[in-house]
C-alpha cells in the first residue's frame, strides 16, 4: 500500500503540529484512545488520514488503528504512523506512553502543502479539533504552525542544549506559534490574567485551565506583514521583558529569509545544481539558492593542445586495466546510482550528487579515495568521454598524465578526477557534469560517438 512523502522533494512548506497529553493510567486504553479518533474523523477534513502503519500497512480505520496500536506494543510503550495515498500529504505519529513512566499520549501532524491551511473553514476545523484533544489530554504545551518558520525560530531548543531542552521542555514563551496550548503551569507563570488579554483571533480558557490561543483566523500566511505583527504583539504581551519592534524586526527577517528566490544556476552545472537545496531544511533553502545562483566554478584545465605521446609498450593491455578500473566502479556504484550502468551524461551528473550528498571525500579515509575511487572515477569519466563525444585514449604510464583525444584538445580525465575527490567544495568546482560539457564544446556535434554498450557488458 503506496503512501505519499511529505518530506518529499518539494518547494512548499509544511503545517506541522506537535501534541503531548497526559491520559487517565486507570482507564482501558481503547476508551482513552476513542476521544483522539473521534475528533480526527470529525476534523480531520481534507488531510484524513486513509493508510495506517504499524507493524504492517492497513487502510485507515478505528479497528485498524487500535490493532495497530497493540501489535506495536512493548512493556513502555506503543508507536503507529498515519499517512496518505492522494495528496495532500501527510505524516502523522501517534504514541503512547504506559506506567512506570508517565502516561503520555504524544501526536505529531505534519501536513504538505501548508497553503491547505489558507482557508479560514479548514483552519477551523483544526482549532476545533485541537481543543477537543486539549480537554481530555491535559498538555503542558502544543502549537501548529509552519515548518520553515519553526526552524527559523530554533525549534525545540531554542538556544539551550538539547539536555537543557529535554529537561526543561517548554518553560516560558520562547515563540507564539499560529496555534497554541499553553498548560496550566505555564498560564500561571505569565499570569492568568495577562494570557487571557492577549491580543489575538481566539484566547480560550479551558476547563483543565490550558489555554488555547490562535493568533489568527488561517496559518499559511504566517510570513505576511500583517501576520508577523499580530505575532510580535501578543509574543510581547506575553513576555513584558522582550521589545515589540526587537520582536517584529527579527520576525520580518524571517519572512525575508522564506521569499522564493528563483533559481537560475550555472548552465554546465544547472542539471546538478537544481537537486541541491532539497537536501537542505526548508528555511534554508532560498539562501542555499541564491548562494548557487552566484556559483561559478573554474573554467577545467585538465586538457592539453597537443597530446603527450604515449609512453607505454602495450597500450591495449593499459586500456584494458583502464576499462577494468571503471568496470569496478560500476560494480561497486551499480545499487547507490543505478543510472551508472549507461554511462551517459546523466550518470555523470548522478555521481556528483552521490558524492556531495554523502560527503565522499571527506567521511571516507584518503588511502581510500587515492588509492581507489579517485583512479576508478578517472577511468569511468575517460570511458564515458570515448563512448558519448567519440574519444580515443592515449595511454600514459602515469595514471594522471594519461589523455583522452576529443575535438582539436587532449583531456585528462584522471587528473580531474584527482581534484574533484579533494572535498566537497571540490566536488562542485570540479564536477563530473560540468568537464563533460566543456569537453563536448570542443567536438562538433556530428563527430560524437553513438551510444555504445555499458560498461559492465563489455
Not at 496559518?219 to 519592534?245: G, I, M, N, T, Y
Not at 605521446?309 to 561497486?332: F, I, K, N, Q, T
Not at 569511468?380 to 580515443?392: E, K, P, Q
Request: net charge neutral; glycine share 4%.
Amino acid at each position: 500500500m503506496k503512501v505519499l512523502d511529505a518530506h518529499g522533494s518539494s518547494a512548499d512548506d509544511n503545517f506541522l503540529f506537535s501534541f503531548e497529553g497526559a491520559f487517565d493510567q486507570m482507564a482501558e486504553i481503547e476508551r482513552e484512545v476513542a476521544p483522539f479518533l473521534q475528533a480526527l474523523v470529525a476534523y480531520a477534513g481534507k488531510w484524513m488520514p486513509d493508510v495506517v502503519r504499524g507493524k504492517r500497512r492497513r487502510k485507515f480505520s478505528r479497528e485498524n488503528v487500535w490493532e495497530s496500536l497493540k501489535e506495536r506494543r512493548d512493556e513502555s510503550s506503543t508507536a503507529i504512523g498515519l499517512f496518505r495515498a492522494h495528496p495532500p500529504e501527510l505524516d502523522m505519529r501517534i504514541s503512547l506512553q504506559f506506567p512506570p513512566l508517565a502516561p503520555k499520549l504524544r501526536i505529531w501532524i505534519d501536513v504538505k502543502p501548508l497553503s491547505l491551511f489558507s482557508k479560514t473553514e479548514e483552519c477551523g476545523r483544526f482549532i476545533e479539533m485541537v481543543r477537543a484533544w486539549a480537554i481530555h489530554y491535559p498538555a503542558p504545551y502544543a502549537s501548529a504552525h509552519s515548518m520553515a518558520d519553526r526552524e527559523l525560530a530554533g525549534f525545540p531548543h531554542f538556544g539551550r542544549e538539547a539536555e537543557v531542552s529535554r529537561r526543561d521542555g517548554f518553560d516560558k514563551i520562547y515563540e507564539v506559534c499560529w496555534l497554541n496550548v499553553f498548560g496550566p503551569k505555564l498560564v500561571e507563570s505569565v499570569g492568568r490574567a495577562r494570557m487571557i488579554s492577549t491580543p489575538a483571533h481566539l484566547v480560550e480558557e479551558l476547563p483543565n485551565g490550558s489555554v488555547l490561543l490562535v493568533l489568527r483566523p488561517t496559518a499559511a500566511d504566517f510570513a505576511s506583514d500583517e501576520a508577523r505583527v499580530a505575532q510580535a504583539r501578543a509574543h510581547a504581551h506575553l513576555r513584558p521583558d522582550l521589545d515589540f519592534d526587537t520582536v517584529l524586526h527579527r520576525l520580518k527577517a524571517r519572512s525575508a529569509a522564506l521569499v522564493p528566490v528563483e533559481p537560475h544556476f550555472h548552465p554546465d552545472l544547472a542539471p546538478l545544481l537544481s537537486r541541491l537545496p532539497d537536501t537542505f531544511a526548508l528555511s534554508e533553502r532560498q539562501q542555499k539558492i541564491a548562494e548557487l545562483n552566484a556559483f561559478r566554478p573554474p573554467e577545467p584545465e585538465e586538457w592539453l593542445p597537443v597530446a603527450l605521446p604515449s609512453d607505454v609498450e602495450d597500450p591495449e593491455r593499459v586500456r584494458s586495466h583502464y576499462d577494468d578500473l571503471s568496470e569496478g566502479l560500476v560494480a561497486a556504484m551499480h545499487t547507490k546510482v543505478p543510472s551508472i550502468m549507461d554511462a551517459t551524461p546523466e550518470s555523470l551528473t548522478d555521481l556528483d550528487f552521490y558524492f556531495w550528498r554523502e560527503n565522499f571525500p571527506e567521511r571516507y579515509t584518503r588511502e581510500l579515495i587515492d588509492g581507489h575511487t579517485a583512479p576508478a572515477l578517472g577511468a569511468y569519466l575517460g570511458d564515458v568521454l570515448v563512448r558519448r563525444l567519440g574519444g580515443t585514449w592515449v595511454p600514459r604510464q602515469k595514471l594522471e598524465e594519461s589523455q583522452v583525444r576529443v575535438g582539436q584538445r587532449v583531456w585528462l580525465p584522471f587528473l580531474r578526477a584527482r581534484r574533484y575527490m579533494q572535498s566537497r567544495q571540490a566536488l562542485l568546482d570540479y564536477s563530473l557534469t560540468q568537464f563533460f560539457h566543456a569537453v563536448g564544446r570542443s567536438v562538433p556535434l556530428s563527430a560524437s560517438a553513438p551510444p555504445g554498450p555499458s560498461p559492465a557488458r563489455r
